[in-house]
């Protein structure tokens, strides 16, 4: 699994180890002004950011390049939004072991997404937002394509935290941030049982 340690990471550290409900209380900050970050043309099948696609946490949590459609209108249905499309800066030594990204490179794109994902201002606690991303192809990588996509889906309610359905997102990325803002833990985690259950509604709280 390839998601960015920069969103819930705590909360992630609390399923693997509590029973019951964890939610760390945080009051909604202002959001911050977005930084502008280098969008990437999408024309030649990458991304820009903004865009949206249709897909599944499978694909979006095991997938190192992206191997589905194109994006779709964002006035469509769709589970996942791009928040920063550049080109990688950091130099990394080793980019791709064993058929998939390398410990290195991951930490250099979750470094160079993190201000992108900071400036959407989504609180830590939001715990079923889920950070992605995806690099060029292995042999377009070492041909010297270095363009990494970072993009952002949020785990379904009553849906399995280790493998959850995604929500439907809106068509507009503040919106959701807003309702994120406006009702902080219906995005929080709570978990049933074990330590290993589905994400539960907001009624346990």
């Known amino acids: 699994m390839r998601r960015l340690a920069s969103l819930a ?14 939610l760390l209380p945080q009051a909604p900050e202002p959001r911050p002004e977005s930084s502008e970050a280098e969008q990437v043309d999408a024309g030649d099948g990458f991304a820009e950011i903004g865009d949206c696609w249709d897909t599944n946490y499978t694909d979006m949590a095991e997938w190192s390049s992206w191997e589905g459609d194109g994006p779709v209108d964002c006035d469509e249905v769709h589970h996942a939004y791009t928040y920063y499309a550049g080109e990688l800066v ?23 997404c993190a201000p992108s994902l900071d400036d959407l201002g989504i609180p830590d606690t939001a715990g079923r937002v889920g950070g992605y991303f995806f690099v060029a192809p292995e042999d377009d990588w ?19 935290w280790r493998d959850p359905d995604l929500e439907q997102l809106p068509a507009d990325l503040d919106d959701l941030v807003s309702d994120i803002d406006e009702n902080p833990r219906t995005y929080e985690v709570c978990v049933i049982g074990d330590g290993y259950g589905p994400y539960d509604s907001t009624e346990a709280y």
């Not at 950091?90 to 160079?112: F, N, R, Y």
């Not at 070492?142 to 399995?160: E, F, P, Q, T």
């Open 9 to 22: 990471a705590i909360t992630t550290l609390a399923l693997a180890t509590l029973s019951g409900c964890f």
């Open 142 to 160: 070492n041909d010297g394509d270095h363009r990494i996509r970072c993009d952002i889906a949020v785990s379904a309610l009553d849906s399995d």
């Open 90 to 112: 950091a130099d990394v030594d080793v980019a791709w072991e064993d058929g998939g990204i390398s410990a290195e490179l991951s930490a250099a794109i979750s470094e160079q």
